[in-house]
């Protein structure tokens, strides 16, 4: 590989390092943070997360859409990165810093501020995601590229996990009340900033294909009869709900299951070997093909994390053992459905004509954040429910039950489901080479009456 493909490669990796900085905190961390430290009414906080993320859904194929669709100096996709990223980067500090409030106007400022950062999160993700299936027409070229996107979404994912901790140990904070406030207020100070860096490096050093003729409106219907995306698509959802469940309740199952403060260190074990692991899953890929490396990936993470359903008060050995054994499988789930992803918009634009991988993403990043609403809405009211007490030093058993049950048990059964439907994905190397090999004599035959 040349430095110049490691340079393009790199840059167009740098947005995916602080948008991965901006799940984190939002699914992971700022849940529990706002229910109590600052305070907010715990079903509100799950209510408000689920009705936020179903509107915001309808946004994604809509600028999916125009993202096709536009035209500029920039091209299609650049200047939505870089125009988003303005107030990406202002809404991140909002939520971050929240005021004092009380519990109502906390979850309500929450709720505000998140509404912000949902839009133009998407206005960036969207395109610049669209953006790295244009990037190369080779099979394995695009897992290898998307891996460098997704190794950073890791490593974005490992800054943001380990920062809080580091952050409180340098300046000698504890890690509740207002020592939390101050190291999310810091945090918003570090990436705040960073997120128009690192979107204006990808949209400065990262090219456009030349434009092809833009595709029509938006329907479900047209991309319900690409059998190979909706099989991706479905699998994918079916195991996204399966890993934000878990994702979600990491914080509460620690510290009340486990009886530990080291929900972070969990965090950072499981993304450090995803990490580390993921050019693994690149290589089988390559060495066999797309689809059994996905699914052996989805069973080795599965079946590792079966095991937490058993531990109990003191098990933090046994649980880092099994957050291991299931990061390992993680890299694999992550990388190899985004080179998926470039394969089925080949297969969609010999079928419809033309190229839209904004509707396709679009429509992904739709599953995406309702699998995150249904992670977030069920398992946050379904604590309520069981009588979950907010700073409590132990919790009721059948809070102990319902944490081990949403933890474990729900995300296992649904990504065991995942795993099937995998099964069943169609759009194998060789078909796709027959798939490349027709749009290349379409692509010549128009070149050929254009000219």
């Known amino acids: ?8 490669r790199a840059c167009y990796a740098a947005p995916g390092f602080v948008l991965a900085f901006v799940g984190i905190p939002v699914y992971v961390l700022l849940p529990k943070f706002y229910t109590d430290v600052v305070g907010a009414n715990v079903a509100l906080v799950g209510v408000l997360l689920v009705v936020l993320r179903l509107a915001d859904g309808i946004t994604d194929p809509a600028i999916g859409t125009l993202s096709d669709r536009t035209q500029s100096r920039w091209g299609r996709r650049r200047v939505w990165i870089v125009a988003g990223s303005l107030p990406l980067a202002a809404s991140l500090y909002l939520v971050l810093v929240p005021p004092e409030l009380g519990p109502t106007a906390a979850a309500l400022w929450f709720g505000g501020s998140l509404a912000v950062l949902y839009l133009s999160w998407t206005a960036v993700a969207v395109p610049y995601e669209a953006l790295g299936l244009e990037l190369s027409e080779d099979y394995d070229a695009r897992t290898a590229l998307l891996g460098w996107r997704d190794s950073a979404v890791i490593v974005g994912t490992l800054a943001a996990a380990a920062a809080p901790v580091v952050i409180q140990r340098a300046a000698g904070w504890g890690g509740s009340g207002p020592d939390e406030r101050n190291t999310y207020w810091v945090l918003a100070l570090i990436y705040a900033p960073l997120v128009p860096l690192a979107c204006f490096v990808c949209a400065r050093f990262v090219p456009e294909r030349a434009p092809r003729p833009p595709g029509g409106r938006f329907r479900w219907r047209a991309l319900a009869a690409n059998r190979p995306f909706m099989i991706l698509l479905l699998s994918y959802t079916v195991a996204a709900i399966g890993s934000n469940l878990p994702a979600v309740l990491l914080p509460f199952y620690v510290k009340y299951v486990l009886g530990s403060e080291q929900a972070a260190g969990f965090l950072l074990l499981y993304f450090c070997v995803g990490a580390g692991l993921l050019p693994m899953w690149v290589w089988i890929s390559q060495r066999t093909d797309k689809r059994p490396a996905w699914v052996g990936a989805m069973l080795v993470n599965t079946g590792a994390f079966a095991g937490v359903f058993f531990l109990g008060a003191g098990d933090t050995v046994g649980y880092g053992i099994l957050v291991a054994l299931s990061g390992v499988g993680f890299g694999g789930t992550l990388v190899i459905p985004s080179a998926l992803q470039a394969d089925v918009a080949d297969y969609d634009e010999l079928r419809r004509g033309h190229r839209q991988e904004g509707q396709l993403l679009g429509a992904w990043s739709v599953a995406r954040k309702f699998a995150a609403a249904a992670g977030v ?9 069981a009588g979950y007490v907010p ?10 039950l319902t944490l ?10 649904l990504n ?21 090999r027709l749009l290349a004599r379409r692509r010549a035959r128009a070149e050929a009456r254009g000219a």
């Open 1 to 8: 590989m040349s430095p110049a493909d490691v340079w393009l």
């Open 377 to 385: 809405g069920v398992a946050l009211p379904l604590l309520d429910l």
């Open 391 to 400: 700073n409590a030093e132990v919790q009721s058993p059948r809070v102990l």
């Open 404 to 413: 081990r049950a949403c933890y474990c048990l729900v995300p296992v059964g």
């Open 416 to 436: 065991l489901i995942a795993i099937a439907i995998a099964c069943y994905y169609p759009l194998t190397r060789e078909r796709h080479a027959r798939v490349a």
